[in-house]
Structure formats: C-alpha cells, structure tokens
C-alpha cells in the first residue's frame, strides 16, 4: 500500500470515527429528549413539585428538591472555584512566577483534571468520616469546588498565556503595576474566562459521582447548610434503579433537564465568549 493509498485509509478512518461518536451523542440525547418530554407533556408539574414522603415507593411528586439541591452546591462551589481558579491563572503568568513554577503546577492540574470525579468524594467523605460530622450541603459545595477547581484553572491559564502581549507591553509603558496589568490581561482574555466558569459549572452540575458520598441522598427539600441535600444526576441515578415504573420515568424527566441546562450552559458559554470578543484586542468587531 503506497502513502496515498495510507492517506486516505486514515482519512476515512479519523472520519468515520467520528461520525461514530456524533451518531452516539445524538442517540442518547434523542432518546432522553424524546421519553424524558413525553413525561413532561403528561405532568408539567413534575418539575416543580417536591415528592412525596413515600415516594420511592408510590411515584408521588416531583423532582423541586433535587433542581434546588443542584443550584444550592453548584452555584456557591462554582464563586468559590471561580475566585481561586483565576487567582491561580494570574499568579502562574510570567509577571509572579517562574516558567519552572508554573510548567509544575499546570502538570499537576492536569493530573487532577484526568483524576476520577469519585475520588474527590471519597477524599471529601474521608474528612467526614474524620471531623466526625455528616453528609451534607455544604460538603456537596466543598467537593464540587475541588472538582471544578483544575478545570478552571487551566481554561482561565491558557486564555491569559493566549492574550495578545500588546497589552502587557502597553500596560507596562504607561507605568501600570503588575496588579493592574493583571487586570488588563484578564479582561483581555476574558472570553475564555468566561468559557472556562461556564464549562466549570456546567460539569458540576452534572456530575454524580463527587456528591454522591458527600452531600447525602435526602428526597426533602434542602434545610439548611448543614442538612442532607441530592441533586439532579443523583436523583437520576436512584430512580433509575427504582422497580417503580412510575419513579423510573421520573428518572428520563430529570435527566432530560440537565441535558437542556448543560446544552443551554454550552450555547451561552459560546454567545458570551462571542460577545464579548469583540471588546478585546484582536477580537471580532460586529
């Protein structure tokens, strides 16, 4: 076989795998689009009604209680990391650290990127366990935040090292401190910043596995901090086990709303990064 003939094996290959991969992406969001909106047209209020005390067993209610849960831990743990991703991203550009401080840090970003979201539970449930409290809301926060931390971190990172050095220099010229230069750095690369939270959020709010030791399996409304709380994927997870055909078609409803709010997260992500681009050195004017 000549290196055309190899060349076009390949091109068929790369190609066809990735028709494979949209063609599953689409399937499984067509099937849970497609049972999950048949429930919502037969019960609208399923959304908006706390269940029932026994309704694991019965089907009674809905799913309010874990929508809250999923905006109580994701929204404060997303503040958190966002204030400490960008405070890192800041700090490991060339103005505050070395080039051989911040290359190991961003190596060890990426191992906790690659690290298994259910290991940042077991670590969390593992201070549980040793401060002798118990599972709760504000533990769901803590975890999430650790798990969003990395991804921020190094979108926040890559889209500072990609602003135009244009404007450090211009900064600098006109006797701008480093804090400040900062400042205009970060506003420069603020699309992918703003990328970079949303896709931080939008994996948190979709995740299982991090508050699923951690934040309890509660089918109440959220009490307080401190109080057991579930979110969206968890509740998920649970009614999907249900032997209640009711309870498991609750399971293709909630799944279908967090497949809406993560698509809708993506499409604002990119409205936003768009938008404000065109205020950037370099940016799209339109």
């Keep these: 076989m000549d290196r055309h ?93 070395s080039e051989r401080f911040s290359d190991a840090v961003n190596m060890f970003l990426n191992v906790l990127w690659a690290t298994p979201p259910i290991v940042y539970g077991v670590f969390v449930l593992t201070i549980i366990i040793a401060v002798g409290a118990r599972t709760s809301l504000f533990f769901g926060i803590v975890a999430i935040a650790i798990f969003q931390y990395p991804i921020m971190t190094r979108y926040t990172d890559e889209a500072l090292r990609s602003a135009p050095d244009a404007v450090k220099e211009a900064t600098y010229g006109l006797g701008a401190t480093r804090f400040e230069t900062a400042l205009m750095t970060v506003r420069a690369a603020l699309p ?56 498991r078609s609750h399971a293709y409803a909630a799944a279908f709303v967090l497949i809406v709010v993560v698509l809708g997260l993506i499409v604002v992500s990119k409205l936003l990064a768009g938008r404000y681009a065109r205020y950037t050195p370099g940016g799209r004017h339109s």
């Design 5 to 97: 003939a190899r060349q076009r094996l390949f091109g068929y290959l790369a190609r066809g795998a990735a028709a494979l991969v949209v063609a599953v992406m689409v399937l499984v969001v067509a099937v849970t689009i497609y049972r999950g909106g048949r429930v919502f047209i037969t019960d609208p209020a399923i959304m908006i009604t706390p269940p029932g005390s026994r309704y694991m067993l019965e089907g009674d209610g809905g799913f309010l209680h874990a929508v809250l849960g999923s905006i109580f831990i994701v929204g404060p743990a997303t503040v958190v990391s966002m204030t400490l991703a960008v405070s890192t991203a800041i700090y490991l550009q060339s103005d505050y650290s």
């Design 192 to 247: 992918g910043v703003i990328a970079g939270v949303i896709m931080g959020f939008a994996r948190g709010i979709g995740d299982a596995a991090t508050v699923l030791f951690t934040s309890g399996r509660s089918t109440n409304m959220p009490a307080g901090p401190f109080e057991p709380a579930t979110t969206l994927p968890v509740l998920i997870f649970d009614q999907a086990m249900s032997f209640n055909a009711e309870v």
